[in-house]
């Protein structure tokens, strides 16, 4: 499985911004795409996954602000982010499950300055 995401960029606080992922190669039996962040000297943390059956799922920091979609049929996953913080400022990470092993896109970095 390979990712490709897109979007990311530098917004002040209060700001919005989009992040996109797109799935190729051996994507059957993908079961979950999400979004992972990490910050220097910290864990990689699950900001927001979407499975296949359309269940959601998201970290308590980004509830209400995050918006995490899904199109099983492009093998595609998406983040609306809204009301950013300087606190979400992190390299995200797009994830993909399948049959119990994780993939990870390249890493697309969030600035949100205050």
């Known amino acids: 499985v390979q990712l490709q995401a897109s979007g990311g960029g530098s917004v002040p606080a209060g700001g919005s911004l989009r992040l996109s992922c797109v799935a190729s190669?051996?994507?059957?039996?993908?079961?979950?795409m999400g979004w992972y962040r990490q910050v220097p000297g910290k864990q990689r943390e699950l900001v927001a996954s979407y499975s296949s059956t359309g269940n959601t799922n998201y970290a308590d920091s980004v509830k209400g602000r995050f918006t995490i979609s899904g199109d099983n049929a492009k093998v595609t996953v998406s983040l609306q982010m809204n009301s950013l913080k300087p606190e979400d400022t992190a390299v995200y990470y797009c994830?993909?499950?399948?049959?119990?092993?994780?993939?990870w896109g390249q890493g697309t970095l969030v600035t949100v300055s205050s």
């Open positions: 994830n993909a499950k399948r049959l119990g092993s994780n993939f």
């Open positions: 190669g051996t994507v059957f039996k993908i079961s979950d």
